[in-house]
């Protein structure tokens, strides 16, 4: 009887560590491809290739003359994609308060269930929603200031969206955060004479700040990653940086999307290199976030 | 207590600060944005403008990404090939084309024949005084379109009689027919489908098609831009052709002939039944063949918004102007 137990142990755990491995090598598999393809450009036995530097810097994106800068584009993403984070970090905190302290059970529960269902939205569905109504807004906005756009497709079109998309992510985290902190460090608080307020701002939020630093980076990954909704708000110019909110925009990946079904060659391939470039970002960002939170964790120390 | 609030603190204090930070960032960057704007876009007043409307008058140029069958065809319409202003805004498809010049006053743009105007808030505009539609593009009034051609071998230079026969009788599905001018229209390609004969009454002219054809391959060449409208017609063919196979290698309009007719026809590259979107030229003569001729068009439509007044019709010159940025302003394409 013991034996066989030991033995279902034995085969769950291969089980388990077989999934694990999988996942992992999925990750491998998939840095590895994407940076072997998109460093092909960039080889000398390349047909037409690209040298790395005017590549990185370039400021045009012109496929039909076969000019290919990222430059601007790499500037213009980081840009949208932390504006549109920092945008609903706020609100995800304040609202992630709401739902875990303040308000009573049933509505907590009820704004939770609108937080996931917000969620689970398809970015398309993002997407149109923007085309529609965020580039009005913009295009009105702009307006007032006497400012013509396109159609008010523009980077704080982009960043507006980006917001509304990362606040879903970054508030369930938080909820959960929030929730996690025991309630008799706010009875504590209270009891030394606290104001509710200052519970929230400097008990709770500082019990919370790993679940918001993980809503934060997860937020600016889909930030980062999202391109159809993207694409539809942004303008996708040619040249840049763009330095005006008002001034229409290219992220990188609308730039891997656009016509990717259609092309071949090199206008195909760069795409890869493209990608290359968002994963360091990506990866360069999510490094930035945990710097920073050490930091504080640190400062919650006292070290 | 003490060591632990200081952390909890500075933590609040960022989040209040990027707040503020974001909003002020919002503000500000309206502020300063009035600033350099202008100097995109000449200064000088529209003074001739029929009827304004509001906001300026500057020009607002879409175009489709450069892997897009429309733009090659616009493009080699207009004549030019990378000259396109680095100004302009690129979209993804014919539906975003249409969604987000209907949102721009400013906006010019070019869509497929097939898109809904209306609907979109598009104002179609005439190419060289002839409106845009497909009696105009089949009649040949209207030019902004291009012909989609296409030849097959010599008379005689087929492998084997039955395939002789088949691509007799695909040349008659896709030229005559009810079934293949609906399968081209449907992709795309503009074709008068009413002038089409129902397969059925077309077939007892091609005895092949009623046997078992699996064992036949057409082979394709020529243009890429022809390559969803040939795919639609030889798909709907191979229903109603005993199941033939076919094979499609689309490389580009100079092989439609050279492939065929020319050079490379006896070699491995060689075809069944050639394409091109243009006219074949002089070089290329196509008396030889068993049929040639053209069996659609591809029309393409400059839009801009409802709300433009400025223009109606558009000639060539006016539109390299516009996409090449040597004109900026509505107020002059209306003069």
Redesign the interface.
Known sequence: MKGRRYLSDRIFRGIFLFAALFAAAMIVLLLVFVTVRGIQPFLPSYPERQSILPFLTGM?W????GVYGVGFIIINTLVGSI?GG??A??LA?LSAIVIGRIAPPKISQALTTVVETLAAIPSVVYGVFA?GKI??LV?D?A?T?????????SQ?AVILLLAIMTYPTMTSLTISGIKAVPLTLDSASLA?GATKMETY???V??GA?SSIFAGFSLGLGRAFGEATAV??VA?????GPT??????TRTLT?TI???????VGL?YDIRFSVGVVLMIIILVTNAMIFGVKRH?D?????K | ?T??????????KI??F??I??LA??SF??D???E??PTDAPTEAPTEAPTEPA??A?I?V?SR?????TREGFESVVGF??E?T???????SNG?MA???G??E??IGYVSLTTNFEENNLKPLAYNGVEPSVEATVSGDYTLARPFAYTTRASGDYESDEKEQIVEALVAFLTQSTEGLEAVFDAGGIVEVSSGTPWEELKDDYAIVDQDNSHLEITTGGSTSVEKAVLAALESFQVHAGNVQFTMDQTGSGDGWARVLGDEKDGPNGKDIGFASRNFKDKEPTEDALASGVFCQDAIVVVVHAANSYVDDVSKDDLYAIFTNATTDWAEVAK
């Not at chain 1, 012109?62 to 003359?65: G, H, I």
């Not at chain 1, 640190?298 to 006292?302: H, N, V, Y």
């Not at chain 2, 060591?3 to 609040?12: A, R, V």
């Open positions: 045009r012109r496929a039909d003359q504006l920092l945008l970090l706020p905190v085309a580039t009005a295009d906005i307006s200031f006497g400012i013509s756009t396109y159609g008010g497709s704080l030394l701002f400097k008990v939020i500082p700040r694409s539809m303008g996708n110019a040619l040249i330095t005006s909110l008002f001034e229409r609308s999307l656009a016509g990717l079904h259609e092309t206008d504080f640190k400062k919650a120390e006292g | 207590m060591k632990l609030s200081k952390g909890k603190n500075l933590l609040s989040l209040i990027t707040m930070l974001s960032i919002v960057a309206c300063t944005s009035e350099p704007e906001g300026s500057e607002h879409y990404d450069s892997a897009s069958g090939a990378d396109l680095d100004l302009a805004s690129e979209v993804a975003e969604n987000q010049v949102n721009d400013a906006a």
